[in-house]
């Protein structure tokens, strides 16, 4: 019996959701799994298909995080063949008794935004209180990990394991259709999919799109997700009159993502560090990679994890709009991207769930 306490599940949207909902699922083929979710919306539906036992924690946040403290305690109690226990954040084991999972293999992820906080800090301290507590600090990169001794969690406790990545899904032909008329005859074929946040720097994508306009007539730039630069980024992309070049979809059906990575030439996220806001890893370069389409990310972060540089893709300079532009060229002249694809197709098999889960089971 495997148990995992976290705030981020599906059906809600998201990285860490992801990452969790991969996690349950993989650990299910080694034995049951209980999660103990934060509700979100559609969640009956989802946890009736879903392969893990999920129980639901609603109501205001800080009484929220004592009752799934105090139910997981009881659960414990009640059922002596729980192997381990799983946290997605500190703030998941804040509240948790000591005594309770001291004798368990116990692992708390983290990431580099949610530790990212001055040493000595009211906030540092709790992060470093709630590490305590378990056995095992898995890091999502090199980077989280650098940041993770830096702040004072033990070098000793800290194990690099990367996220997991699902396997690609079958692309139907509506959804292959739908991306085909989305991008129709373009190149380059250019995607990222995130938030509409600074940390992401679409704002400086979409000024590389604007000059590159001029050397390739026909290039075309589709980026998914929602989020607070929204109004921002349409005000400069008819500044810039690129409004032919440029499609900003706010949300989309998982398939026609799906259908719309493997139809593009290039996954680009060249993410800056934005106040405490850093990229920690980057799985979204590895579910491209999974697709054959290689990437070029920002090198503030976890993103050299996730790109293996000049072999599946560049590592630009996220705050340097010409660092961005020169390597959009590199990625593509004398057709370098279809190198990188191949690449980055095998580069993203070590990152299969099957094999990831395998490095938390060894260390159990």
């Given at each position: 019996m495997f148990i995992i306490s976290t705030r981020n599940f599906p059906p809600e949207v998201g990285g860490m959701q992801n990452l969790m909902g991969g996690l349950a699922n993989a650990l299910v083929n080694h034995g049951p799994v209980k999660v103990f979710a934060d509700k979100s919306e559609d969640f009956?539906?989802?946890?009736?298909?879903?392969?893990?036992?999920?129980?639901?924690?609603?109501?205001?946040?800080?009484?929220r995080k004592y009752r799934k403290a105090n139910r997981i305690a009881e659960y414990i109690k009640e059922n002596k063949n729980v192997r381990s226990i799983f946290f997605d954040h500190w703030k998941s084991v804040e509240k948790i008794n000591l005594e309770i999972i001291e004798s368990l293999p116990t692992f708390c992820l983290i990431h580099s935004k949610e530790i990212n906080h001055s040493k000595d800090s009211s906030l540092n301290k709790r992060v470093l209180n709630s590490i305590k507590k378990v056995k095992y600090v898995i890091s999502n990169s090199n980077f989280t990990k650098k940041l993770a001794i830096n702040i004072g969690i033990p070098e000793n406790k800290i194990h690099i394991i990367h996220p997991g990545c699902d396997e690609p899904i079958e692309i139907k032909s509506e959804f292959q259709k739908q991306a085909e008329n989305i991008f129709k005859d373009s190149f380059p074929k250019i995607l990222t999919v995130a938030r509409l946040d600074k940390r992401k720097n679409h704002q400086s994508i979409l000024m590389c799109i604007r000059n590159l306009k001029e050397k390739f007539p026909k290039i075309k730039y589709v980026s998914i997700g929602n989020g607070d630069q929204k109004k921002t980024l349409f005000t400069l992309i008819k500044e810039l009159k690129i409004e032919n070049e440029v499609i900003l979809l706010e949300q989309t059906d998982q398939r026609l993502k799906a259908a719309l990575i493997k139809n593009s030439n290039l996954f680009l996220m060249p993410s800056k560090i934005y106040k405490k806001s850093v990229e920690g890893f980057g799985i979204s370069f590895i579910e491209a990679a999974s697709y054959g389409i290689g990437s070029i990310g920002g090198k503030d972060g976890g993103a050299s994890d996730a790109i293996d540089n000049k072999k599946t893709g560049l590592i630009c300079?996220?705050?340097?709009i010409n660092s961005i532009y020169e390597c959009i060229l590199k990625f593509f002249e004398n057709e370098n991207y279809k190198k990188f694809g191949y690449n980055a197709l095998d580069f993203s098999k070590k990152f299969s769930w099957n094999k990831i889960v395998k490095e938390y089971l060894n260390l159990i």
């Open positions: 009956e539906s989802f946890d009736k298909h879903s392969k893990a036992d999920v129980e639901r924690f609603g109501g205001i946040k800080l009484f300079d996220g705050e340097d």
